[in-house]
């Protein structure tokens, strides 16, 4: 019995790329145009590229990529909202006063897209560990 | 837990990638396997032992470390 976590199979990959492009594309013209840097709009784009490369299947899809996919994830959130609280935390709502302020915080797609992407970058140096006593 | 797929593997004149190839998995995961990094499956330890025509548990072994 063959089982697989991974919905999307592996050509969904290139999605990422053409997704993750136009991200990049948008985010650049909205700098040009109207001289804003709008990190959301490129954070729309790394999510749901990383979304696709992530959740997609491996060229050769077995147990221990799957356990190495679901221990990267794992850590990677665990990194990212550390990142995040502690981002809105230090720059965002340092001088908060309950009483006058509403609470700050950076979107839920550019906190999706450091997960996915330490996440992706977690999973690729794991896989390559265990590549390390190759037979030549 | 230790094993000896290595040795089995030389033994049967079977590469890493062939070994992967005929149970259905990365080769990454037999270099795992054989480095201790990653401990397989039943049902895989049960492939490979068939492969190699050995019994799981003369392929793989359980380390005093493995009772802690």
């Keep these: 019995m063959r089982q697989n976590s991974f919905p999307y199979s592996y050509w969904t990959k290139f999605l990422r790329v053409i997704i993750v492009g136009v991200g990049i594309i948008r985010f650049f013209l909205q700098y040009h145009k109207k001289g804003i840097s709008d990190l959301n709009e ?16 491996e060229k ?23 990142i995040i609280h502690l981002y809105n935390y230090l720059f965002l709502n340092w001088r908060f006063n309950r009483e006058n302020n509403i609470i ?7 906190f999706l897209a450091l997960t996915l992407i330490i996440a992706t970058g977690g999973f690729y140096f794991m896989k390559y560990q265990t590549t390390l006593n190759e037979e030549r | 837990m230790k094993n000896i797929i290595k040795v089995e593997r030389a033994r049967h004149n079977l590469t890493q990638a062939e070994l992967a190839k005929k149970v259905k998995v990365a080769r990454q995961t037999i270099i795992a396997i054989e480095a201790g ?32």
Excluded: H, N
């Excluded at chain 1, 490129?42 to 299947?57: C, D």
């Excluded at chain 1, 050769?60 to 550390?82: C, P, S």
């Design chain 1, 42 to 57: 490129l954070a729309i784009g790394f999510s749901w590229g990383f979304v696709f490369i992530f959740f997609s299947k």
């Design chain 1, 60 to 82: 050769t899809d077995d147990e221990m990529i799957q356990g190495l996919k679901f221990k990267a994830l794992t850590r990677a959130i665990i990194v990212a909202f550390t």
């Design chain 1, 104 to 110: 700050l915080s950076i979107s839920a797609y550019q």
């Design chain 2, 37 to 68: 990094k990653f401990i397989p499956s039943t049902m895989l330890a049960f492939k490979i032992a068939k492969i190699l025509d050995c019994k799981t548990d003369e392929i793989f072994e359980l380390e005093e470390k493995d009772w802690q």
